[in-house]
């Protein structure tokens, strides 16, 4: 973009100057962000592996980049070296509600359940029957079948344009007899 408009600098000069920016203000902005994510009583965090550079004994390092949000679509990223509940607790140790994650050891470990209440997530739970589909057809595919039912309340919800609390009414509505089957 730059060279576009006849000023050329160099990859260096490009990357020092951002090291720059996110010192001086982004560092700030990013914290109050996190700060958002972990304040409201529903978060939801997940985890993920990431290559970087190589290390002393050959090939790349492995480090976790931890996405966290909340219910109005707020995003925080946190990179760390460990998926360990060093992230974890750093920017949810305060958190108090309803955490959304994937029933990773560490979500459990990382809070005091008095203060912290685990939802599972159905697409994990459903990527294991999809899974289980070619060793267990007719069960597996009945389980999936059953998700997809309940992601239609949702669907339905949405394109109802409901709030959160129509939305909520909704799942009240046709969930228990999906899940009542479900666990059938």
Partial sequence: K???????LSRTVLCRSL??????G?????????VEVASGDVAFADETPTPVQESKKGGPKRAWVWAYANKDGDCFF????SRGRDSPQRILGNFVGYLHDDGYCVYKSAFD???????????HARRKFVDAIKKEPVFAKEA???????????????ERGL??????????????????????
């Fill in 144 to 158: 999936v079948d059953q998700i997809a039912r309940l992601y239609a309340i949702d669907s339905q919800a949405k």
């Fill in 163 to 184: 709030s959160s609390e129509g939305r909520h009414s909704l799942r009240k509505e046709f969930a228990p007899a999906i899940l009542a089957s479900f666990k059938e």
């Fill in 78 to 81: 946190d990179y760390s070296e």
């Fill in 26 to 34: 982004l560092d700030q902005v990013h914290a109050a962000l996190g």
């Fill in 113 to 123: 359940p008095d203060k912290v209440v685990h939802v599972a997530c159905w697409a």
């Fill in 2 to 8: 730059y060279a576009s408009e006849g000023l050329l």
């Fill in 19 to 24: 090291i720059e920016v996110s010192e001086r």
